[in-house]
Structures are given as structure tokens and as C-alpha cells.
């Protein structure tokens, strides 16, 4: 399906939050979701790793009740990529997969470059880009610095916490 790059909006951000900040993420998450619908945009984007982007996910299925017109994204970096994963993140990941409205691959199998190409993907269909970002390193700080680049809009959830 297609979309308007200005009604979307992707996330990114660390897979590990801290256990004291997780019910504040939550929160501006929905927040900030909420300010994005309100400016019109309809099409939320996830990667589905564990941590940030699993909160992200789930709050957007979670206002889709109240908003049912926007759609959950999932773009995802193979097929396999909970295969080493722990069952209860597992049934969480299944769950959301179950409601997505849409489920892009970037590989059929895990490969070096397959998590590259899902966060470049994301960025790449988005004009928006909210994220969760502690530390100057890793893949979450690539991906801002890539949308940043690519002009997108940075909606930061971290500063202040």
C-alpha cells in the first residue's frame, strides 16, 4: 500500500530502557503520537525490535482504538528475527504482528546488513521520526543521524528524563 510520506512518522530507539523511565516513555509516547494525528499524520512505522520499539507499537495499537483510521507499520529486518528471543517477548512480538495493517521484510533470513536496511527503510518512507536516544553509538544513534540527514523531522522522547 501506499502512503503519503507526510502522514508518517517511524520510531526508533535502544532496546533496553530503564525500568524507572518505561512508564514516563510510555506516556510521551502517546503524547506524542496524539500531537502527530492531530497534524495528519495516519501511518505510525515500527522496526519490531525488543524495548523501544515493542512500547512504540504497542501504544499506537493501543490509540488505534480511539483512532481507528491510522495504521500500524511494521517493517521488519527478516523473518526470523525473534528466533532467539525469550517466549513472552516473543508472543508480545506475534501479538503485534497479528494487528499490523502491513508487514514489510527487508531479508527472508538474518544477515549483516538486514537491520541496515530496515532503519534506512524506515526513514526512507517517513517525514517524521520520533526516538528514543541515550547513548551516542549503535544503531538507534545511526538511524537518527541518518533521518537527520535525510531532513527528516526528529521528535526526541528521552530529553529531560
Partial sequence: ???????????TGHR????????EIKRRLEDIMEDLIGRGVECFWFGGALGFDTAAALTALTLREQYPFIKVILVLPCRNQSSVWRQPDVDVYNWIISQADEIIYTADDYDPGCMHRRNHYLVDHCTF??????????????????????????IPVAEGL
Fill in 129 to 154: 521520526c520520533v526516538y528514543y536516544l541515550t547513548q551516542q553509538r549503535g544503531g538507534t544513534f545511526a538511524t537518527v543521524k541518518y533521518a537527520r540527514s535525510r531532513g527528516l523531522t526528529l
Fill in 1 to 11: 500500500m501506499e502512503y503519503s510520506k507526510e502522514q508518517c512518522c517511524c520510531f
Fill in 16 to 23: 533496553r530502557m530503564p525500568g524507572e523511565q518505561v512508564i
